[in-house]
């Protein structure tokens, strides 16, 4: 695509897209009022009371056993690492596969 090419694509579209937005007045300045929305109904005074949530201090169970790391950090590089190789190798693997079926159809 040449850049003339672009550029009459590109002016036709900018030009829609203008066209898009809405607007009541265009004579209108940005002001408060058609920019954001008043917040009149938000800081309205509540009238209602707070009420107190029974489970908000409710008390953790005690960890299990099972929730204690045993892992050291180690252990856990180790794994991460050995899941990366096996993740590799089955990778490889497919690899191989498709390149085998594919060689096998095309002498066929």
Known sequence: MTLRQALL?????TLA???????DDASSEAEAD?????A???LAPVDAAPVA????????PAPTAAATPT?????RIQAAGDSAADTAAAAADAMEETATEANQTEGQ
């Open 53 to 60: 949530d029974p489970n908000a201090n409710a008390a953790l």
């Open 17 to 23: 897209l203008a066209g898009c937005a809405r607007s």
């Open 71 to 75: 892992e050291t950090e180690q252990e």
């Open 9 to 13: 694509i590109a002016a036709p579209l």
């Open 40 to 42: 009149n109904e938000a």
């Open 34 to 38: 058609t920019v954001e929305i008043p």
